[in-house]
Every structure is written in structure tokens, then in C-alpha cells.
């Protein structure tokens, strides 16, 4: 049987190619995606990253700075499925193509009803895969998780303010999210 595409979250040190090894594995019955959450993965090349075409039609250069001005675990999972819908079920896309038939000027489409996916999701990943699944839940017909605790603990607290530390980030006034609510 084919499955529905299996969209695997890293953790946070990890990148696209940690995944390399294993998608041979993985993708023998369906498609993969390795997905490089915000922040993950190479940087954009430029200081520009983008051009957003405003409502009123007039551009805007989206800089790194507003780029990663909102990381918070929402945007995540706002930012997953545009690129979830992108990647796999968008008309050009490799999966879309392979789930639908041409007959003369018709389309018929084959992509299984509301475009269910499988998604695998490791620490950081996986708390991005939460963030995705509480905005479209019924997406996700298989959600996998490992390396996701409910709380922090006092020893992560310390290594995630020492990263604050070296990346220069104010501790005590962050804009840099950890991903929990203030109380």
C-alpha cells in the first residue's frame, strides 16, 4: 500500500542532511520531507531573504531582522503547512503530479482527500510538529514524537540561558521565544 506523505521535524541542531542516511529507508513506500524548521539549516544568502507583495500592490523587502522577528512556536506551525501545501500538494508539485491523471483539457485528481500526512518530529521538531497539528489537526493522520518533554528542566534552563548568553540576547528581556507562554 502506498502511505501518505511522511514529513519528518529535526531538532534544533540538526539539518536536512542528518536525515540523508535514513530516507532510503523511509521513502521506499512513500514520499519524504525533511522539513528545516526557522532557524534550522543554513541562513538566507543575502540580507534580503524576500519581496512581499503587499495588499495595495506595492513590494516590501522582508529583511533577516524581520524575518526572524516573530519565531514563535505558532509562526512555526503557520510557516510548516505553507510549505507542507507548497512542497506536496501544490499543482507542480512531485507528489501531486504522481496522484493525478490528465483526460484531454480535465484534471482528475487522485491526491487523497483533505491531503493527509504523517509527521515525525524529534525535540525542537517535535515541539514545531505540535505547534502544526494544534492549527490543522486534522491533517496529520499519524503524528510521531521522541525527545519532547512536557517542561523544562532546571539543567536545560541553564543551557538555554547560557545560549542566549553567546548569542548576545538579553535573558532577562528576550525577543528570542523558548517557545513557553510568559506567565
Partial sequence: PEYPPLVILGGMAQSISSWEFHLPSLSRHR???????????????????????????????VTLDRYYDDVSLERQGRDFWEVVEEALFGPDSYYSSRHSKSSGSERIENIPKKNKIDVAGFSFGGRVAMAAASLQPNRIRRLYLTGVSAERDPLANVILASWKEILGVNTYNSEVSDGYDKE
Fill in 31 to 61: 514520499i519524504v520531507l525533511v522539513y528545516e524548521a526557522l532557524g534550522q539549516g543554513p541562513p538566507p544568502p543575502s540580507e534580503v531573504c524576500s519581496i512581499d507583495i503587499e495588499n495595495d500592490g506595492s513590494k516590501s523587502e
